[in-house]
């Protein structure tokens, strides 16, 4: 359920798109069944769109890819993430609005 410009972030993919980018990634951690994930992934898909070229932004589906989930230390979701450099720079879980997720990339990008 994700949008166009919004990358699906799975195990065999996450050192590609996440590790290895050369922009930070702010990651949606989200399940199916998570209501609240439900209500902020049209937020992360526009964010997706807005930051094309800048940074990318993706979701990761903790019910099939436990071992990042783990890695990550996701206790309730949604928990948003931005990677930079292959490092954690910033977390937050939670609905919150966009701005609050886009200050978390602009932190990342400057």
Known sequence: MAGAATLTITESNYQS????????????????????????????????????GRAKVGKIDVDSNRALALQFNIQSIPCVVVVKGGQVVSRTMGIKPK????????????
């Open 17 to 52: 798109e996440v590790v290895n980018s050369s922009v930070p990634v702010l990651i949606d951690f989200w399940a199916e069944w998570c209501q609240p994930c439900r209500m902020i992934g049209p937020t992360i898909d526009q964010l997706a769109t807005e930051y094309q």
């Open 99 to 110: 701005a609050e997720f886009a200050k978390m990339i602009d932190a990342a990008i400057a």
